[in-house]
């Protein structure tokens, strides 16, 4: 299958909203790192074990963007809203190598 980044990343959003394990795991490199206001530089183990179970404090989440910078760097602008009402923004700043994901840098929005 010949994936482009964004459409790697778009099935990875797909898989952390769904929490499909399964089909998330193989979408990320070995060595991927995380880094966020919260997370800097975590590793892959690290990552699914803190990030990805998060979801269902979301009521929903959707991608606003996907937008390619180069070959490998791709922005990701997406809105989700809390269980208490409370929408945000942000944006990722997604690197995606070979068809993996290598490397996942948030920036926190404000309260929309």
Same mark, same amino acid.
Request: proline share 0%.
């Given at each position: 299958m010949n994936s482009t980044p $964004?459409?790697?990343i778009e099935a990875a959003f797909r898989c952390y909203r769904s929490q499909d394990l399964a089909a998330a795991l193989p979408l990320y490199a070995e060595d991927f790192t995380f880094t966020s206001p919260?997370? !800097?530089r975590i590793d892959k183990a690290a990552f699914f074990e803190r990030c990805f179970p998060t979801a269902d404090r979301f009521t929903r989440q959707r991608l606003l963007?996907?937008?390619p910078a180069d070959g490998e760097l791709v922005f990701a602008? =997406?809105?989700y809203e809390l269980a208490g009402g !409370?929408? =945000?923004r942000n944006?990722? $700043?997604i690197t995606v190598r070979g068809g993996l994901i290598r490397e996942v840098r948030v920036f926190f929005g404000g309260r929309e």
């Open positions: $964004a459409s790697v919260q997370d !800097d963007h996907v937008t602008y =997406y809105e !409370d929408r =945000y944006v990722e $700043a």
